[in-house]
């Protein structure tokens, strides 16, 4: 199975996204923080995709830039708020469907990217 990390500090963002990830059949892991991205890491969890809310405080801790170099990511970003954005496979804005961003997780998994 399948593990993508789901960091976001907007809790709507991280569970939707999960839920759908969860029923599309991959082990979807949500996370707020630099913090919660060390503990599954230590734990021995792998991703094969990351979704990362390009937020201050995530997209640019070096924590989850240093991840996000090394593991094909698709970034949520905003036209308003004024983020580094790091480089990632897919760069989606909001306002942006669930179903948007699944897919594109899915899309990346098929070409076989990740663990």
Not at 79 to 105: C, M, Q
């Amino acid at each position: 199975m399948k593990v993508v990390f789901v960091i976001a500090r907007d809790w709507t963002l991280r569970t939707s996204v999960r839920a759908e990830l969860l029923e599309a059949g991959m082990q979807a892991m949500g996370m707020e923080s630099a913090e919660d991205v060390g503990r599954a890491l230590a734990s021995g969890h792998s991703p094969a995709v990351v979704v990362l809310e390009a937020a201050a405080g995530l997209a640019d801790d070096p924590r989850i830039s240093g991840l996000v170099s090394r593991v094909p990511t698709v970034l949520i970003a905003s036209h308003v708020e004024s983020v580094a954005l790091p480089r990632a496979a897919a760069v989606l804005y909001r306002p942006v469907r669930i179903k948007e961003i699944t897919a594109k997780v899915q899309e990346l998994v098929r070409k076989g990217h990740g663990g």
